[in-house]
């Protein structure tokens, strides 16, 4: 077994401690990080969906898996860098009401910041209201980055992005979304400015749109 595929194998298997070391492990062998991030760590998440979806684990499980890929992500932050200086300006991101998912929220918004924008990270289960809020708040804000994992929360983006719209915040900023059920054209219909696939692309678009 490589040793990115033994960090996807202790993810799923919640054991944080072991993943820490094993990511530290992997760099110090000369691993890319973002092959460490998206075939050991992320790679792992979509095994644990799987293995929910055909009910052979339960919520405990994802939940001991969703703390070790956090504990993988925090080791590997300082190698994943960036351009850092926070000159772009501000990013507001958060996750969509009713939504508790924040493992790639918390990757796009790591990404983004590492681009070079300052990040406000208003964490999951956000109301529209304070999105809209936020960006009033503060001037310099570029970027409102809206996630959502559950198709069931879809409906909030939409709302989140209407808010946005009807308090006269899209002259200032530029919506993002993404998520699992996000797609480019779920992105038109609501009247999104971009959809990207995944934290890297996310970052990139920010950075375009800024
Ligand atoms: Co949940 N869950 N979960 N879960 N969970 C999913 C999403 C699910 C697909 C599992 C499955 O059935 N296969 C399913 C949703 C089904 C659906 O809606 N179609 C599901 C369900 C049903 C549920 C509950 C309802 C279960 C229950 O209670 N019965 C419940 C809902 C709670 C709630 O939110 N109200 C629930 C709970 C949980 C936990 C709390 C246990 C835990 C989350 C812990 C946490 O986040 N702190 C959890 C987990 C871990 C998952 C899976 C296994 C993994 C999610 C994840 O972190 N993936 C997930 C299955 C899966 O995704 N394969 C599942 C890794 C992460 C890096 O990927 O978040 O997709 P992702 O982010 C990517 C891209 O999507 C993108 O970039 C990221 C990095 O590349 N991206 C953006 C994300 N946001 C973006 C924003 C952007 C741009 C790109 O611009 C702004």
Redesign the pocket.
Known sequence: MSKIEEIAAAVAKGKAKVVANLVTEALNEGAAPLDVLNQGL?GA??V???K??NNEIF?PE??V??RA??KGVETLKPALGGEGGASLGKCV?GTVA????????N??AMMIESTGFEVIDLGVDVPKEKFVETVKANPDCKIV???A?????MPAMKEAVAALEEAGCKNQVKI??????ITQEFCDEIGADAY????AS?AQKAKELA
Request: hydrophobic content about 55%.
């Open positions: 992320i998440m979509d644990v969906g799987e929910f979806k919520v994802m939940l898996a969703a890929m956090k991101i009713g939504d508790l998912h924040d493992i790639g929220k990757l796009v980055g809206l996630s994992l559950l198709t069931t929360t993002m979304v993404g998520g699992a059920p990207t696939a995944d934290a996310a």
